[in-house]
């Protein structure tokens, strides 16, 4: 429970200084995209007000997702965390596609107003900047929490960094006399945009339709098993994610002649070498023997 409670006051720091930055950088870049006539770093303003938005559902899925198991939810709540994050894809692609379609509409309907002035730029350059510091700090926070939602906020961050970066070569490319450039700088950063949408929810939703651990972990589930006195062999070895954990379900062969307090005292040292070798990835395993 104590470590339930510093992984919410975490993760929810992380979250709540991620709303205040975005919220800075959207005033910044409409006043900046303002005076300095830039639609396009007008737009990204638009989009950091979605990412305030989408920060706030990012905390209510940290905030249900460190609760307390309870009589409705026996396994806890980390799957919360996981629907988090998918809407958050779904938010990312919706904003990708709007981006893209803008900018393909002014390409191709030759849309190109009067160019940016320097302050358009710089205040385009700084939000990258900030976007970048804010993915690599999300980034770590998220791998220490193994946290699905920080995880994909982090990956929102990038998106906006490359929307940023499209934003800055659209502003140049209209200071230097080439008015498209803002219009496919911004199709491309769409696409990776809605790329990132789609790998964010890849990932999750694979951890609420039971997909296993992966090979590799259960390789050394395997090894770390047959290390264990009087383990005769595996019959079975199952894992399914469920959020950021995972649930183990194993079958082991033991003497047939031996007793069954012995027998007993095997299953639970494989148990707790298990929860405790892989902690804190495992939640729990469930042991089950077989006579050899």
Known sequence: MENDNIYEKQALKATLSAIGLNSLLCVMKLIAGLLGKSAALTSDAIQSAGDVLRGVIVAVGVKMGSKAADKQHPYGHEIFECVTAIILAFLIAATGCVLGYQSLTALIGGKNGEAPSVIALAAA??????????????SKKAKILRSPALKAESQDHLSDVFASSGVCVGIVGAMLGFPAADSIAGFVMSLLIIRTALEIFKENAGMITDESAGQALEEEMEQSILETGGVIRIDLLRTRRFGNR????????????????????????????IEANFAPVVKHCMVHLNPA
């Open 246 to 273: 995972v649930y183990v379900e194993l079958e082991i062969a033991v003497n047939k002649d031996m007793k069954m307090e012995e027998a007993h005292t095997i299953a639970q040292d494989v148990h707790d070498r």
């Open 125 to 138: 350059a700084l939000s990258v900047l900030i976007k970048a510091l804010m993915f690599v700090s999300a």
